[in-house]
């Protein structure tokens, strides 16, 4: 079982920035990648952004250039950089972990419980 503890969501105006954390914690020996998937509201979830343990990362064609990934494997924790958010990066965003690359929503392992990300226009 591994847990997955994500915080950073919030409210803000196109154009703000804000950094999302994960943290894992439990039986975490077995996690090669970590990264974000997003929900909006009547939409499938979608991957944002993964990295792995050897630092590959990955990045959607919708976040790419705004948004970066990053990792402290020592403590199984990533971040997700957000910049220049735009209100269609309304979502919740959601953590996950898995034993293999790349993340897709059929390897992920195990799920954060999300975090609400709202941007106003």
């Known amino acids: 079982q591994v847990l997955l503890e994500e915080s950073g969501g919030g409210l803000v105006q196109a154009g703000a920035s804000l950094r999302l954390s994960c943290a894992a914690s439990?039986?975490?020996?077995?996690?090669?990648?970590m990264g974000w998937f997003r929900q909006a509201p009547g939409k499938e979830r979608e991957i944002v952004a993964g990295?792995?343990?050897?630092?590959?990362?990955y990045y959607s064609d919708s976040v790419k250039g705004r948004f970066t990934i990053s990792r402290d494997n020592d403590k199984y924790t990533i971040f997700l950089q957000m910049n220049n958010l735009k209100p269609e990066d309304t979502a919740v965003y959601y953590c996950?972990?898995?034993?293999?690359?790349?993340?897709?929503?059929?390897?992920?392992?195990?799920w954060g419980q999300g975090t609400q990300v709202t941007v106003s226009s």
């Open positions: 996950a972990v898995s034993n293999r690359w790349p993340l897709l929503k059929s390897s992920v392992g195990f």
């Open positions: 439990g039986h975490t020996l077995g996690v090669y990648s």
């Open positions: 990295t792995t343990s050897g630092g590959t990362t």
